[in-house]
T-cell receptor, first 115, second 111 residues
Framework: IAGITQAPTSQILAAGRRMTLRCTQD?????MYWYRQDLGLGLRLIHY???????GKGEVPDGYSVSRANTDDFPLTLASAVPSQTSVYFC??????????????FGPGTRLTVL | DAKTTQPPSMDCAEGRAANLPCNHS???????VYWYRQIHSQGPQYIIH???NNETNEMASLIITEDRKSSTLILPHATLRDTAVYYC????????????FGTGTSLTVIP
């Protein structure tokens, strides 16, 4: 069992280009999340999805879009990348079947640099 | 979600217990206490969580005070691989509810 995988591991991108970060989980978790981590700011939620077919905005959604066509995949798209989107991006998933068990499990991250 | 306060850094000798405190004086009755850690350049790793009772698993113990205003994460026999940033998070266990990680405590285990 792989858990959560993210691709690519790292990427250098020219400003204005479109980029999709991939996230796949094999735990059949119903909820998935995208965070970004910047030095001194901790992790901030970008978008989330409670279940396949639904998405919601987090704390810092501007400039990002997501889709959730199935349970396993939750891609994050930057339509036109800007340097301020340089960050480390983490995908997470959780199974909220029982109260108190909404523990989020994180992927290894994607390091994105926008020049 | 309630705010938490943690010391920015701590040291611990290898083989000794590491006791990481967290203050959450504004915690609500339905909010859980979660602990995660992040080893350099890796994704956050879940450690343990609890509501009001003390909890123990293979990684750590969580001690929550009776008034729930503070808690302590205990790593019973710290190793060099436990060097990481430890985050105490208080939140309602609800799908879609994000984890606010803050800046955590940077634990350094010293040989």
């Amino acid at each position: 069992i792989a858990g959560i995988t993210q691709a690519p591991t790292s990427q250098i991108l020219a400003a204005g280009r479109r980029m999709t970060l991939r996230c796949t989980q094999d735990m059949r978790h119903n909820a998935m999340y995208w965070y970004r981590q910047d030095l001194g700011l901790g992790l901030r939620l970008i978008h989330y999805s409670n279940t396949a077919g639904t998405t919601g905005k987090g704390e810092v959604p501007d400039g990002y879009s997501v889709s959730r066509a199935n349970t396993d995949d939750f891609p994050l798209t930057l339509a036109s990348a800007v340097p301020s989107q340089t960050s480390v991006y983490f995908c997470a998933s959780s199974d909220s079947g029982r109260v108190g068990t909404d523990t989020q499990y994180f992927g290894p991250g994607t390091r994105l640099t926008v020049l | 979600d309630a705010k938490t306060t943690q010391p920015p850094s701590m040291d611990c000798a290898e083989g000794r217990a590491a006791n990481l405190p967290c203050n959450h004086s504004t915690i609500s009755g339905n909010e859980y206490v979660y602990w995660y850690r992040q080893i350099h350049s890796q994704g956050p790793q879940y450690i343990i969580h609890g509501l009001k009772n003390n909890e123990t698993n293979e990684m750590a113990s969580l001690i929550i005070t009776e008034d729930r205003k503070s808690s302590t994460l205990i790593l019973p026999h710290a190793t060099l691989r436990d060097t990481a940033v430890y985050y105490c998070i208080v939140r309602v266990a609800r799908t879609g509810n994000q984890f606010y990680f803050g800046t955590g405590t940077s634990l350094t285990v010293i040989p």
